[in-house]
């Protein structure tokens, strides 16, 4: 029975490239782009009215802290995704496309052997062409559903609902 543990109940192999990872972050913005852009927008108005509150306060140590505060926050919502986004599609364009090996059991999956367990996907969306398994909030493994060297994606997307049953959402 433990055997049975460690026996694949699907492969795919995706290849990634230029167009399939542009197509995943036009969806991913259309999905979480808005929430992204309020989240930033409210934290830099809160952060800016401290600031404000400081100065009238004449508290300026805090007002420089508070500053440094801010850049750093813009810094990282805005600035790194776009460099990362930059970096991707280089390597994208450089490498032509890049191939995953996905490989699902009983319990875990597994990409280019490396381990992930299904409770640690954040969310997990089916698309006409595509599942999209987020690992965490920022970033997610795109999962062809033509690259099915083991089992098919019907079935697939039996299990996968199974397996995150409240994470899993279709988006056709």
Do not use: W
Not at 66 to 95: A, H, I, T
Not at 124 to 133: A, C, G, H, R, S
């Amino acid at each position: 029975m433990e055997l049975n543990l460690f026996k694949p109940i699907f492969k795919n192999i995706t290849k990634y490239n230029a167009k399939n990872y542009n197509n995943f972050i036009q969806f991913h913005n259309d999905k979480f782009g808005n929430s992204y852009f309020f989240i930033t927008l409210l934290f830099t108005i809160l952060i800016i009215y401290i600031f404000v509150m400081n100065i009238l306060n004449k508290n300026f140590v805090l007002c420089l802290i508070l500053l440094c505060g801010l850049f750093l926050f813009l810094y990282f919502r805005l600035f790194v995704p776009v460099k990362e986004y930059k970096d991707n599609s280089k390597m994208l364009k450089n490498n032509k496309q890049l191939t995953y090996t996905f490989t699902f059991y009983k319990n875990f999956f597994t990409i280019n052997k490396k381990r992930y367990y299904y409770f640690s996907l954040h969310k997990v969306f089916e698309t006409k062409d595509y599942f999209y398994l987020y690992i965490n909030e920022n970033n997610a493994a795109l999962l062809s559903k033509d690259g099915f060297k083991l089992g098919n994606c019907n079935d697939f997307t039996n299990f996968i609902k199974k397996k995150c049953l409240l994470k899993y959402k279709e988006s056709k």
